[in-house]
């Protein structure tokens, strides 16, 4: 069974630039999750997204956006590049059928912003 | 505000020795503690977890103890090897229908098993 797959890896960007960031879910998972991870702040969660609607956000501006695909795909957009959106960008698939169910974790996708 | 406070940010031990990693919540309506270790160039990925209706899970050499009065919970490997030289995230979850997915993590630990 394939894992969580994240596109692209890497990425370089300049301020005030946009940028979009894919997660594919594991098959049958329904929920995905995006996490931004930073040295000074760790893990943060930004949103998730089940049945094609977002369901929790976390505390990020704005310029932090997603959505979900019928096929479970979810993209996240973050629009007007900050530096500090420099960071390794997270997303997570589960079933979302029960409070215990297990996150799986994508490998990520490094966004450095110049 | 943190709600998930991790220590000790860093933790080095020797090869069979007991690695100990403490955590604390302020939130009484966590009901769900998963652990996870993190490698360099990979995401996290889920070790162990615990419910609060128990104070000990244990599955091989780790177990998490809790302690729902304090509102602390602690991941101890033992005979830690070189290969479990990794960052360990602490997590807290409310029930699905208040938060759904969310997890609240702690700051981490980044571990290292000298030979």
């Known amino acids: 069974k394939a894992g969580v797959t994240q596109t692209p890896r890497y990425l370089i960007k300049t301020r005030g630039q946009q940028v979009t960031l894919s997660c594919s879910p594991i098959s049958g998972h329904r929920s995905v999750s995006w996490y931004q991870q930073t040295p000074g702040q760790g893990l943060q969660f930004l949103f998730e997204y089940f049945s094609e609607t977002q369901r929790n956000k976390g505390n990020f501006p704005g310029r932090f956006s997603g959505r979900q695909f019928s096929n479970s795909r979810s993209e996240m957009n973050v629009s007007t590049l900050e530096l500090g959106d420099s960071a390794l960008y997270l997303c997570?698939?589960?079933?979302?059928?029960?409070?215990?169910?297990?996150?799986?974790f994508g490998p990520g996708t490094r966004l450095t912003v110049l | 505000q943190q709600q998930v406070k991790q220590s000790p940010q860093s933790l080095i031990v020797q090869k069979g020795g007991i690695s100990i990693i403490n955590c604390a919540y302020e939130?009484?309506?966590?009901?769900?503690f998963p652990w996870y270790q993190q490698f360099p160039g990979k995401g996290p990925a889920l070790l162990i977890a615990?419910?609060?209706?128990?104070s000990e899970k244990k599955e091989g050499r780790f177990t998490i103890s809790f302690n729902k009065s304090a509102k602390q919970f602690s991941l101890h490997i033992m005979d830690s090897q070189p290969g479990d030289s990794a960052t360990y995230f602490c997590?807290?979850?409310?029930?699905?229908?208040?938060?759904?997915?969310?997890?609240?993590f702690g700051e981490g630990t980044q571990l290292t098993v000298n030979p």
């Open positions: 997590a807290a979850k409310r029930p699905l229908e208040t938060s759904g997915s969310r997890l609240t």
């Open positions: 615990i419910r609060p209706d128990v």
């Open positions: 939130n009484t309506a966590f009901d769900y």
């Open positions: 997570a698939s589960s079933l979302r059928t029960s409070s215990y169910n297990e996150q799986f």
